[in-house]
């Protein structure tokens, strides 16, 4: 019985060890990231006016760091079974909250390539609502089945796992699924326009919204792989590594929008950008300047030659440009994306 016990322990203690080397790679992640990016940071977000987008980038950004903390804490700490439910529940639910949040940048993200069309607005709002009920579901009922153990030296650090629920792979599995839906809405939308050439914040857009997905699809069927294979000590083996990429690939979505945004471009524009509804930069600071012309083009639709595109006046997170429109007896008339035709020299702007 003895043995049994002292086995159990080793086994124990064996996962444990591969769990912290996983954190403590996790955490040495985030500070990279941090120490590439704070200068960015610096210039394009901590001194930008108020908007929804620098909220969710703190709240994104910065609550990662107290949860890496917490998980690292978890493993050097000695600590009582009671001590250990705590801890776990509170990293649990911050990993849940934190990977909403992130979650959230991406839906944005869509919704603004979809020139913030009401009908894709409603599908991914319902579709956060639809995926995240059941993820905080069976995340809560994972957490309330932990059972920890005593390990047989009273000063061993760490918590030690006996018993829990196998159900927190559903969580990954929602959570790819619903990370699926942003990847297939965002190339609906880019496959129209793939041979064109783009502006370099069009690009990027496209550029993180793709490989955004790769990069959380492999860790989240890497961490079903684990919760349906590996014993029970490595149940959160892959957990912190992938809290801490969702805050950093959904938090420079914001930051390479801002830093594109106010770098000079040249840019062609895609014929998705002359068609009905809103556009606008929804992450755009107040007075980051956007400097784009274009080389002339024939729209496909209404023979259209587009030339001298500007920016006219910027507020927060959003910005109007017009454009220069040759009707067919040559006059140049003004508009502005997604808006009915003027009167020859009216100015009119996107909300």
Known sequence: MADAATKAFLD????????TYLDIV??????????????????????????LGKVLYFLTRYPVIADTSLVLFHQFAVMSPKQCDLVYKTIGYSLGTGTLIAESILVMRTWVIWSRNRTIGL??????IVCWIPVFYFLAQSLNSLVFVDPPNPNTPGCFLHTQKNILFVVWIIITGFESLILSLTLIRFAPTWRRKRTALLQIIYRDGILNYFYLCILSICNVVVLFTAP???TTLLSALQRVMHSILSSR????????ANSPQVVTLPDSLHQGGHSGLLF???WASIFVTT???THADANLALSHIRPTRRHSDSIEMD?????PYGKPTHRSFGETPPASGVRSGIP
């Open 12 to 19: 124990a203690a064996r996962s444990k060890q591969f769990v």
């Open 232 to 234: 029970r000590g490595y």
């Open 26 to 51: 996790a955490a040495a992640v985030l500070a990279y990231d941090y120490i590439l990016n704070v200068g960015a940071e610096a210039q394009f977000i901590w001194f930008s006016p108020l908007s």
């Open 323 to 327: 454009f220069e429109e040759e009707d």
């Open 253 to 260: 979505v914001l930051l390479n929008l801002r830093q594109a």
């Open 284 to 286: 755009q600071p107040n």
């Open 295 to 297: 080389q002339t083009e």
């Open 123 to 128: 599908t991914l709002l319902t579709g956060l």
